[in-house]
């Protein structure tokens, strides 16, 4: 596919990266010429400079032939104006980052006026995926699959539960039900677990199932599944007021420290059930004075990495349970590891991981298209849903009988709304949603399990 990328701040690099091991046609633009400069050093594409809502531009980078443009800008209005310009130049396709949650609320007017196809907003993906953590705060990782059917969840072995030192065969037989431990890393190693796999202490596992099997495995595995019942925020951005809407029917009590006085106002004002507090966060006399870390979850969610790497290790020492860091750049990420952060947040990321699944999707409209895709272990592998239909080709024969590639896993069939583990006599049949665990395959279609 032809792809046009506006904007290559954050989160326009991240969509570059991905789209780029992809076999895609790249084209990115962007005014500023130093962002332009340090793509080209790492990233294989055409380079235009200029304003990507300008008609010279956009014809410049060869919009009339896109097959999609994607506008990421750091300014909302300019990535509506691109998108609207780009689709009466030619362009099949149209995505726009828009981050004010005014614009976001009407996002559905936008799409039908403007014609776009899509519309992205970091901010809000971030704050859906903080929610779903805190909801399920013994797990580093939850995804959600096959419409809330399937869950996918990652967690840390720990001494003394029942999966360590067990193989996989024993622990099933110990603690029969219907899950599927489908990836884990040991050290730097990622690994794709059969049945004689032995997790051990300290060893990241993926396990997934019905929502109701991965708590079993929580609950069995010595991990507390109470709920969150007292979150503090540091930073009241858009990122925090996202979350605060998504936790507002869950119980939880909520606490905000900002230091713009302007923005404590607004947040007041919107936010009538939460506590916002007007001060430097990393304040200790005020940490102290208003109990900031007599919480259950701490989400550090400043503008500055350094920042909330600081404030998450001191909420980590001072005993809060769950820590959930906002991070834009990679280099913090094995720290955070080392450091026992095992979950953090990245907005740019959850970003390039959407737009990537919606790439895929468009790539093949005739066969199993990519219903979603999410990626674990720091992007070594990924989970991809697919709907089975008539064109593919091994409906109605048992997976033993199939010769798939090497390094996936066929992890859960969803028939009739029924969730089942496949074992080696299941069957996909016309309709059913699969999912399917792979390290980095960049699958297109459900065919592309096969080795042709």
């Known amino acids: 596919m032809k792809i046009l990328i506006v904007g290559l701040g954050k989160v326009g690099y991240a969509i570059a990266q991905q789209l780029e091991g992809e076999n895609h046609d790249l084209t990115l633009v962007d005014a500023n010429v130093e962002a ?14 200029g304003n990507g809502a300008g008609v010279s531009v956009l014809l410049q980078a060869g919009v009339r032939e896109a097959d999609l443009v994607i506008a990421v800008t750091e300014n909302d209005e300019v990535n509506l104006i691109c998108c609207l310009m780009a689709k009466k130049l030619g362009a099949k396709r149209t995505v726009a980052r828009v981050r004010n949650p005014e614009y976001f609320r009407e996002a559905p007017v936008l799409r039908r006026e403007i014609g776009l196809d899509m519309t992205i907003n970091p901010e809000y993906a971030a704050a859906q995926e903080i929610a779903r953590i805190l909801r399920v705060p013994a797990a580093f990782s939850v995804e959600s699959l096959a419409r809330g059917l399937v869950e996918l969840i990652g967690f840390q072995v720990t001494e003394g539960g029942a999966m360590a030192g067990v193989s996989l065969i024993d622990y099933n037989r110990r603690h029969p039900g219907s899950i599927l431990v489908c990836a884990a890393r040991r050290g730097d190693e990622i690994i794709v677990p059969n049945g004689s796999f032995v997790p051990l202490p300290g060893d990241q596992v993926y396990v997934i199932g019905s929502p109701s099997e991965t708590t079993r495995v ?8 109470s709920a969150m019942r007292r979150v503090s925020i540091l930073g009241g951005g858009r990122i925090a007021l996202y979350l605060a809407w998504a936790l507002e029917n869950t119980g939880a009590r909520l606490t905000i420290v900002e230091q713009d006085p ?3 106002m607004a947040l007041a004002e919107k936010l009538p059930r939460a506590t916002v507090i007007h001060g430097d966060g990393t304040d200790h006399e005020l940490l102290d004075t208003e109990g900031i870390f007599d919480c259950d979850a701490f989400v550090p969610l400043t503008g500055r990495d350094e920042e909330n790497l600081l404030m998450a290790i001191t909420a980590q020492h001072a005993g809060v349970k769950k820590v959930l860091p906002k991070m834009s750049r990679p280099n913090y990420m094995e720290v955070l590891r080392q450091l026992g952060l095992e979950t953090v947040i990245s907005p740019k990321d959850i970003t390039a991981n959407f737009i990537s699944r919606y790439v895929r999707g468009l790539a093949n409209s005739q066969g199993s298209a990519v219903e979603s895709l999410h990626k674990i272990l720091d992007g070594s592998m990924e989970a991809v849903e697919f709907t089975a239909l008539s064109a593919t080709h091994f409906l109605d024969t048992p997976l033993k009988d199939l010769h798939l590639k090497k390094g996936l896993l066929v992890a859960a ?8 583990i496949p074992d080696g006599n299941s069957q996909i049949h016309a309709g059913d949603r699969v999912i399917i665990v792979a390290r980095k395959l960049f699958l297109q279609d459900l065919n592309d399990i096969l080795e042709h």
């Open 36 to 49: 332009l400069r340090r793509a080209e050093n790492s990233i294989d594409a055409m380079f235009v400079t």
């Open 218 to 225: 929580l609950k069995n595995t010595g991990k507390s599944i």
């Open 262 to 264: 302007e923005r404590c």
């Open 413 to 420: 069939i969803v028939h009739d709304n029924k969730v089942s």
